[in-house]
């Protein structure tokens, strides 16, 4: 079955340092999106891209964040430098986006961040 | 105010009840509404998706959706300690749109 795969799975860093989250989205998928769920809240988006294009990144803190999606499969996301209350769940998602009936979105497993 | 809000429990029902969960959502602009299953450290899981008002199931889950009153519904039948999680509703405005998820809420079915 195809699933959205993301690496690290845990992440543990020291504030100050840089880090980077790793998503391959399911095959043929044009929309990625990257979200950050803090412990006990729902997801919150942090970028969208459709295809290679970000379409949204209105919530992403740009002085510390950045997202690729070089070749619209595979995408990065990097914190730099990390903040203690950067510590959260990073997950990415991705959906077909074709038409009215193609919107579901399905999510990777997460990376879950901790800053020391 | 946020535009999608949901109960965050604890739910908590003995085996076998029916699960009751929903959600709210402040702008009639969205269209697609989703349901996931995430239990802890893990993903969310795509339980169900609709389009149009009215009903949905799919084996022991039942998603309802009110436009008219901005109100989303699911039921889970027969409830198993395995379906001891926490639920999401999320929505969409548009094909192509992000996702905005209510905050969650925390379901558990005791043996």
């Not at chain 1, 809240?41 to 295809?51: R, S, Y």
């Not at chain 2, 702008?27 to 949905?56: C, D, H, I, V």
Request: charged share 20%; with cysteine.
């Amino acid at each position: 079955e195809a699933e959205v795969a993301q690496s690290p799975r845990y992440k543990i860093t020291e504030k100050s340092q840089a880090v980077a989250f790793w998503c391959d989205p399911i095959s043929g998928h044009a929309t990625l999106y990257w979200y950050r769920q803090i412990l006990g809240q729902g997801p919150e988006l942090l970028v969208q891209f459709q295809d290679e294009s970000v379409v949204d990144d209105s919530q992403l803190p740009k002085d510390r964040f950045s997202a690729e999606r070089l070749k619209g499969v595979d995408s990065t996301l990097k914190i730099q430098p990390a903040e203690l209350g950067d510590s959260a769940m990073y997950l990415c998602a991705s959906s077909l986006s074709q038409g009215l009936l193609n919107t579901e979105a399905f999510f990777g497993q997460g990376t879950r961040l901790t800053v020391v | 105010q946020k535009e999608v809000e949901q109960d965050p429990g604890p739910l908590s029902v003995p085996e076998g009840a029916i699960v009751s969960l929903n959600c709210t959502y402040s702008n009639s602009a969205f269209q697609y509404f989703m349901w996931y299953r995430q239990y802890s450290r893990k993903g969310p899981e795509l339980l169900m998706y609709t389009y149009s008002s009215g009903n949905k199931e799919d084996g022991r889950f039942t998603a309802q959706v009110d436009k008219s009153s901005k109100y989303i519904s699911l039921f889970i039948r027969d409830s198993q300690p395995s379906d001891s999680a926490t639920y999401l509703c999320a929505m969409i405005k548009a094909a192509g749109n992000k996702l905005t998820f209510g905050g969650g809420t925390r379901v558990l079915v005791k043996p």
